[in-house]
């Protein structure tokens, strides 16, 4: 996979995915995350097959597009302050447009943290067992109900970010 970035200009840039096959790829990875949390979770649905499964493609497909590519001609960078608020903007589209019939929160959470490792911004969260102290849970949940706005969750994931902490010059 092929993606680029500003990190000169900016050490936490977006990431940009302006080949088809860059693209093609993090869309199969979607799916076939979204495969391995659906088998270790407690999802009352199966893979989708056929055209269910031709439709979910094309609509994650989409929404990576809005992130990840350059339309007309504006780039990720312009359109998203960082890689942080773009990792936001794919999981409050993913888990919004209710993609999958089951599975859209775990998949939409941990592919936008999947993101921002694979960008080397990792974030780390309290994982408490209990929902009410577990920051993952009320991320995704946030976002969901829109409690909070788009621009605070992507402040939570700049907090939370664990690359460069020990440099001062990523706070």
């Known amino acids: 996979m092929m993606a680029t970035t500003q990190r000169g200009a900016h050490p936490f840039a977006p990431l940009t995915l302006d080949d088809a096959g860059s693209l093609e790829a993090m869309a199969a990875a979607v799916m076939r995350l979204r495969g391995t949390l659906i088998t270790v979770g407690r999802c009352y649905t199966t893979d989708a097959t056929g055209n269910r499964a031709a439709l979910e493609l094309g609509r994650v497909e989409s929404v990576l597009t809005g992130a990840f590519c350059t339309i007309f001609g504006q780039s990720p960078a312009d359109r998203f ?29 941990v592919f936008a943290l999947s993101v921002l490792r694979f960008a080397g911004t990792p974030v780390v969260l309290s994982d408490s067992p209990e929902p009410k102290d577990n920051q993952y849970y009320a991320w995704i949940q946030d976002l969901v109900s829109g409690n909070r706005s788009r621009s605070d969750l992507a402040e939570d994931l700049r907090r939370g970010c664990v690359a460069g902490a020990g440099d001062p010059s990523h706070v």
Request: without cysteine; charged residues 30%.
């Open 81 to 109: 302050a960082d890689i942080f608020d773009q990792a936001t903007y794919v999981a409050e589209h993913m888990v919004k447009d209710h993609i999958f019939e089951d599975g859209n929160k775990r998949t939409s959470l």
